[in-house]
């Protein structure tokens, strides 16, 4: 299996600040990189597809980069409503997720 | 637009099968996509479980081969999970989702907690 370490665990900012939050894959696996959001109590939701293709409706602060190994998630210039888990997944061999960052209030 | 909705019990008792219904609504699951089911643990660990294509064919998780069954009533717009012979490590979120076969996956539905106790 293709195994995915996301860092930092826990990011600790304050409204304004901008992040970013970094995934890595075991083995390559091109741009197969997909990042998803999820808030306390509701289901993940889709921000950035094949590491930085950007998806209808999720607000352009969000940006991905990355290939191969090492992808990226930006948030330019965070909001309140941005707190929560942050999960990459990969698609390259079967679907795998990361263990998640999670990102907090200051 | 596309809804995707869980239902099932909430408590299976070790040793049973655990039954899942995802009713979609706002799109057909013969027109196109695979149709995934996908668990989280307590502890936020998310776990691909398989899915079944628009086409009817389907695709599981290795680790899960052997317990797993993923069908469907294209009558009702339903897919449905089968997890046989569940331990308490089945204990979890169950979430059903939209997706372009092995891909990224754009839509999901609210989930359901399901607790695997006697």
């Known amino acids: 299996d293709i195994v995915l370490t996301q860092s930092p665990a826990t990011l600790s900012v304050t409204p304004g600040d901008s992040v970013s939050l970094s995934c890595r894959a075991s083995?390559?696996?091109?741009?197969?990189l997909h990042w998803y959001q999820q808030k306390s109590h509701e289901s993940p939701r889709l921000l950035i597809k094949y590491a930085s293709q950007s998806i209808s409706g999720i607000p352009s602060r969000f940006s991905g980069s990355g290939s191969g190994t090492d992808f990226t998630l930006s948030i330019n210039s965070v909001e309140t409503e941005d707190f929560g888990m942050y999960f990459c997944?990969?698609?390259?061999?079967?679907?795998?997720f990361g263990a998640g960052t999670k990102l907090e209030l200051k | 637009d596309v809804q995707l909705q869980e239902s099932g019990p909430d408590l299976v008792k070790p040793s049973q099968s655990l039954s899942l219904t995802c009713t979609v609504t706002?799109?057909?699951?013969?027109?196109?996509?695979?149709w995934h089911w996908i668990r989280q643990f307590p502890g936020n660990k998310l776990e691909w479980m398989g899915y079944?294509?628009?086409?009817?064919?389907?695709n599981y998780n290795p680790s899960l081969k052997s317990r797993i069954s993923i069908t469907r009533d294209t009558s009702k717009n339903q897919f449905f999970l089968q997890l046989n012979s569940v331990t308490t490590e089945d204990t979890a979120t169950y979430y059903c989702?939209?997706?372009?076969?092995?891909?990224?996956?754009?839509?999901w539905g609210q989930g359901t907690s399901v607790t695997v106790s006697s």
């Open positions: 079944i294509h628009y086409s009817g064919s389907t």
């Open positions: 997944q990969q698609s390259n061999s079967w679907l795998t």
């Open positions: 706002g799109y057909s699951i013969t027109s196109g996509y695979s």
């Open positions: 083995q390559s696996i091109s741009n197969n």
């Open positions: 989702a939209r997706g372009l076969g092995l891909r990224d996956l754009n839509y």
